[in-house]
């Protein structure tokens, strides 16, 4: 068997985007090499990485000899078909299309809210104070999570983890959700179906190793 290509990974210690692929990479007993964007000093928009990404988001993943790839859940469908063992995805299509709306109801319609990105804009065009952008975390947050917690509840497909016993996109994608509110201090109440699958996904190691405390350039 030949050895896995040798990934360049564009990374920040505290995204929730470069935590899901962390912990895909880890699941998959892959390695990459991380090059630092330092979000808080606006490395983001240098030239140098706006030809890598032109939206100025990370991470960005890049194998020797093609172009780069964005958007997290892109990279981790990527990984999957690249690198099939442990799946990321239910072998059924229904399946599929479930893992992939639970993930986009958090990475699509949640996480995009909370971006240094949409917090500058806030911060400088819309008024808003400390108080305020915590406010707003606070209510999209758990808007979210209330969402999902709704989603899983009851539901017969709902397992161990989001769908069944078997981590897929959709506990990546909550688990990194979840990692972010951490860092910020933000809880949720209510929600103990997502609570107890992202408590089994903190319990294993790919996603521990993953956790934004752990990388280079987290505050001690």
């Known amino acids: ?27 998959k007993g892959l390695k990459a090499h991380e090059r630092i964007v330092n979000l808080d000093a606006g490395e983001q928009r240098s030239p140098e990485f706006l030809a890598i990404n032109p939206l100025a988001a990370i991470p960005a993943l890049i194998e020797p000899g093609q ?21 990321l995805l239910p072998a059924d299509a229904h399946g599929r299309a479930r893992v992939r709306s639970i993930a986009l109801m958090l990475a ?5 809210l909370i971006t240094p990105r949409v917090r500058r804009y806030l911060s400088t065009s819309g008024g808003f104070d400390d108080a305020a952008w915590r406010a707003w975390q606070q209510q999209w947050f758990g808007t979210g ?22 981590v897929t996109l959709a506990d990546v994608t909550l688990a990194s959700i979840a990692a972010v509110m951490k860092v910020f201090k933000i ?6 179906t997502v609570d107890a699958i992202v408590a089994r996904c903190n319990a294993m190691d790919a996603f ?3 956790a934004p405390a752990r990388q280079v350039g987290a505050p001690a």
Request: aromatic letters at 8%; a negative charge; proline letters at 12%.
């Open 67 to 87: 172009p780069p790839l964005t958007q997290s859940l892109a990279i981790l469908e990527f990984l999957d078909e690249q690198h099939p063992q442990p799946p």
């Open 208 to 210: 521990a190793q993953a």
């Open 108 to 112: 699509a319609d949640t996480h995009p």
């Open 187 to 192: 809880e949720v109440d209510g929600t103990p």
């Open 145 to 166: 999570l209330k969402a999902v917690e709704q989603r899983l509840a009851g539901d017969p497909a709902t397992g161990t983890f989001c769908h069944g016993d078997q």
């Open 1 to 27: 068997m030949s050895n896995p290509p040798a990934y360049e990974l564009f990374a920040f210690w505290r995204t929730s985007a470069t935590y899901r692929v962390r912990v895909a990479l880890n699941l």
